[in-house]
């Protein structure tokens, strides 16, 4: 039996970092996947010089 | 050490003086803030300037003590964008100057672009507009919870508390913008050539 059995997965072991439980309950990720493809080639992030200048402001203000 | 903090943690050890907890806040949470006004605001300077302004008015409310921790650190930021962006509108309405639909500036910062070739650029650059263009023509409310649970990385609880209406609602909004942006796919033929 122990040799064919599925091993024993502990509640701690189950990844659930970044799972949103109501999406995940809806099942978005599968009914929409081809357009979470599409979604995920935008990437809006800040320049670095930008974070940059922000943090300067913020030293600027104390 | 203050990568392991709560942001809770981070603006307490800030209000008593300790500057770079909150650096280490911008630097967590700045992603999601930019690209939730940068996917509102085309004009990259002004999409900038709110990015920055939102961060600074965090700063001004924290000191004068208008935060009241509920672990909703980033919802909190967001509605401060979100505000921030409503009074940008207001602003243009009453100056009855250009509306952000003329904006065409590229926002976008992609990986890596120098090691791309110049024909893969531009078809990133046309997948890129393209999805920008599917998003801008949802329905404002679905717009946003695309925007925020998406691009900002928000659960849907905090979604729900940021737009005032109930989980199911925003999950529901999210699900018909998605029904919506796949029609469009197809309408307009807009697939996935690049990867």
Request: aromatic share 10%; charged share 30%; with cysteine.
């Amino acid at each position: 039996m122990a040799k064919n059995s599925t091993p024993f997965l502990s509640y701690h072991e189950i990844q659930v970092d970044d799972v949103d439980i109501y999406e995940d309950a809806f099942g978005l990720y599968q009914e929409f996947g081809d357009v979470f493809k599409l979604l995920e080639q935008l990437k809006p992030v800040p320049k670095k010089r930008l974070t940059k200048r922000l943090i300067e402001r913020v030293r600027q203000m104390n | 050490m203050k990568k392991s903090m709560s942001d809770y943690e981070l603006i307490e050890e800030f209000v008593k003086g300790e500057q770079s907890c909150f650096e280490e806040l911008i630097r967590r949470h700045k992603s999601k803030v930019f690209a939730y006004i940068s996917l509102y605001i085309r004009d990259q300077a002004l999409a900038e300037d709110l990015f920055q302004d939102t961060f600074l008015k965090v700063i001004q409310s924290v000191k004068s003590g208008k935060y009241y921790d509920n672990g909703k650190f980033i919802s909190w930021v967001m509605r401060i964008a979100h505000n921030l962006i409503i009074d940008h509108f207001r602003r243009v309405k009453q100056l009855n100057t250009v509306s952000n639909d003329d904006y065409e500036s590229d926002l976008f910062n992609s990986k890596k672009l120098a090691e791309a070739n110049v024909e893969d650029h531009m078809i990133k650059r046309q997948i890129q507009k393209d999805i920008r263009k599917l998003i801008s023509q949802l329905p404002e409310d679905q717009r946003e919870v695309v925007i925020l649970r998406h691009y900002s990385g928000l659960s849907f609880k905090e979604i729900a508390d940021i737009t005032d209406v109930s989980i199911n609602t925003a999950l529901g909004r999210m699900r018909y913008a998605l029904i919506n942006m796949r029609k469009m796919m197809e309408e307009k033929k807009i697939s996935l050539t690049f990867n």
